[in-house]
């Protein structure tokens, strides 16, 4: 059974950081493509950061704040977030697909069940 489990989400103040975190089961991160997304009420979900077959990509907003990455041991992967803004508050999802990728909601068949991510002072 394939399953995303998403944590990391919560409270930051502007400038801060956060780490999220994606368990993944039911299949190996290893050769997957991985993404992080995000939503706000009202508004269609969007490409954060992706990864596959040896490219990244990452929306112009959050090039340079944020990184992906993964940890294959632990079948996890990552979105560190730096110097977080008030406009990066979302619902967070990570998503995997084993087949090539671009940074598309609409490419991707596995996801997460979503982190609150609020930056506010």
């Known amino acids: 059974q394939v399953q995303l489990v998403e944590s990391g989400g919560g409270l930051v103040q502007p400038g801060g950081s956060l780490r999220l975190s994606c368990a993944v089961s039911g299949f190996d991160l290893d050769y997957y493509a991985i993404g992080w997304f995000r939503q706000v009420p009202g508004k269609e979900r969007e490409g954060v950061s992706c990864y596959s077959e040896g490219a990244t990509y990452y929306a112009l907003d959050v090039k340079g704040r944020f990184t992906i990455s993964t940890d294959n041991a632990k079948n996890t992967m990552y979105l560190q977030m730096n110097n977080l803004k008030p406009e990066d508050t979302a619902v967070y999802y990570c998503?995997?697909?084993?087949?090539?990728?671009?940074?598309?909601?609409?490419?991707?068949?596995?996801w997460g069940q979503g982190t609150q991510v609020t930056v506010s002072s």
């Open positions: 998503a995997a697909d084993d087949g090539l990728v671009l940074c598309n909601e609409a490419d991707f068949d596995y």
